[in-house]
Nanobody, 125 residues
């Protein structure tokens, strides 16, 4: 079992920045790769970024590459998503999730088994 709690969302103007955090319970956080997804109203849940269990590799959706950075601190059981140069189309609920397989992670939501409750990010134009 793992509980995930996201924080750091909010309202920001276009071009601004936010840093999301996802705190995990339990002692096994450091052996799992983690991912961030987002879901806008009326849309599918989309992959944003993933990071290997040891932080050694990362993987991004094309829509956020160069603007977002995923990182983790295994000593704090936390994964982060630094979001810069935000655009109105980044508005969504952002979720972190645990990747249930080996490797860095994937863009497929059903390959993740534990999810947080989400945090709202709203980017105004």
């Amino acid at each position: 079992q793992m509980q995930l709690v996201e924080s750091g969302g909010g309202l920001v103007q276009a071009g601004g920045s936010l840093r999301l955090s996802c705190a995990a319970s339990g002692r096994t956080f450091g052996i799992y790769s983690m991912g961030w997804f987002r879901q806008a109203p009326g849309k599918e849940r989309d992959f944003v970024a993933a990071i290997r269990w040891n932080g050694g590799s990362t993987y991004y959706a094309d829509s956020v590459k160069g603007r977002f950075t995923i990182s983790r601190d295994n000593s704090k059981n936390t994964v982060y998503l630094q979001m810069n140069s935000l655009k109105p189309e980044d508005t969504a609920v952002y979720y972190c999730a645990r990747f249930k397989h080996g490797g860095t992670g994937s863009s497929v939501a059903n390959e993740y088994d534990y999810w947080g409750q989400g945090t709202q990010v709203t980017v105004s134009s």
